[in-house]
């Protein structure tokens, strides 16, 4: 199944904890993140960046949403794994296994980010359901 929604971070803050002369700059922020579309609902994402400079970096999280999927309700966990280069971010985020509740439990599946500077992302959302045992 597909979804197709909107991703906007709602608020959130971003803070360096390491930084070296000409090296890296690592940075942990946490963030409330919304969904609309296919998929509505809330999220709570907490993201470690590695900064090679101003426009290039590594990008890893973990998400919470809770919230609507196809007439479903529950939540789930994203995992992060993405990169920002030159002002265009690109990002997968996989459903964590078994990390569904409510009716999302058993939901597999992948969302797709790349976008440059906006207010709003669209995403695409791959998904399916675990057969149940």
Known sequence: MRANATFRIARGKEKPFSAIKDGPKL???TFTTVYRGDLQGEGILSELKVYYSETSATIYGLERITGRLGGKSGSFILEHDGTFENGVLKSKRTVLPGAGTGELVGLRG????QSGAAEEFPVTFDYEFAPSA
């Not at 992948?110 to 980010?113: E, G, S």
Request: glycine residues 14%; without cysteine.
């Open 27 to 29: 940075t942990q922020g």
């Open 110 to 113: 992948q969302i797709t980010l």
